[in-house]
């Protein structure tokens, strides 16, 4: 059972830069679609970015531009750039594996990004 561990959260300024990664154990990562989610105090989980087993990427609108998701199966590892971070990114990010294969999901623990003005 692949396992993801989220890393790379903190308190970055406005304007600012981040980037996310995803370790997954195991060795079925490369068969994972991988994606990053968001949730602020108080709103609901939303999706940031998705990639493909076969690194297909797409992006929530406020994410394209600025946001850039990407994948190193060697590493088993996935990561999210952030930049042009703004105070409304704030929130904690999440990554889930999917494995189209078994119809099956899982969640890292989320990493707290925190952006000041």
């Known amino acids: 059972q692949v396992q993801l561990v989220e890393s790379g959260g903190g308190l970055v300024q406005a304007g600012g830069s981040l980037r996310l990664s995803c370790a997954a154990s195991g060795n079925t990562f490369s068969i994972y679609a991988i994606g990053w989610y968001r949730q602020a105090p108080g709103k609901q989980r939303e999706l940031v970015a998705t990639?493909?087993?076969?690194?297909?990427?797409s992006y929530a609108d406020y994410a394209k531009g600025r946001f850039t998701i990407s994948r190193d199966n060697a590493k088993n590892t996935a990561y999210l750039q952030m930049n042009s971070l703004k105070p409304e990114d704030t929130a904690v990010y999440y990554c889930r594996g999917t494995n189209y294969v078994l119809s099956s999901y899982i969640w890292g623990q989320g990493t707290q990004v925190t952006v000041s003005s």
């Open positions: 990639i493909s087993s076969g690194g297909s990427t």
